[in-house]
């Protein structure tokens, strides 16, 4: 992941057809905003120990040790219901003082769940109103109930920080 991040931040030079079909050298610039996204393999990987690895690769080759977290996919056994657990998880190491997840992806819709639809076969109209019809969403209840546990940790953060530095409260009182 590490290469692939340093790879995507530099600028690149390659054949390409462009739009009207003709062969063309084109030019990127690279993106300096590329990020390590945890989601999970064999095995969940959002715990604190695994977060630690993943950020010490990154500081070995010398980026920002810090990363998203995917709390759906592998990290929840794909079991949407289960994106909470991980949130939670997420939101005790942030409690605990730590900046090393800076975002959380989670699959969210108005209703919980999923449906099934295939265009052209199935009917629009027999749809439900506000479930996913790609991957199995938290309902709109359980993604207030991420959004407060995350924003209670990053709340516990800043008063840890305040009793460790009295100095920081400047910072957080604007």
Known sequence: ATDAIQAGARGHHFLSVHKIGQVAVVQT?????????????????YDEASVAAACSDLEAA?????????CSHAN???QHER?????REIGR?????????????????????????????DDPAALEYGKSITDACLGWDE???????????VLARRSLLLLLSPMQESIYSQ
Do not use: W
């Open 62 to 70: 010398h980026l920002p040790a810090t990363l998203m977290v995917d």
């Open 143 to 153: 993604s207030l109930e991420v959004l407060d546990v995350l924003s209670n940790a």
């Open 93 to 121: 190491q942030v409690a605990k003082g730590s900046f090393a997840v800076f975002g959380l992806m989670v699959e969210s819709h108005l209703k919980g769940g999923a449906q099934k639809f295939t265009p052209g076969r």
């Open 29 to 45: 610039d690279g993106n300096k905003d590329c990020h390590v996204i945890l989601r999970g393999g064999k095995a969940p990987n």
């Open 83 to 87: 994106q909470v657990e991980v949130a």
């Open 76 to 78: 929840s056994s794909k």
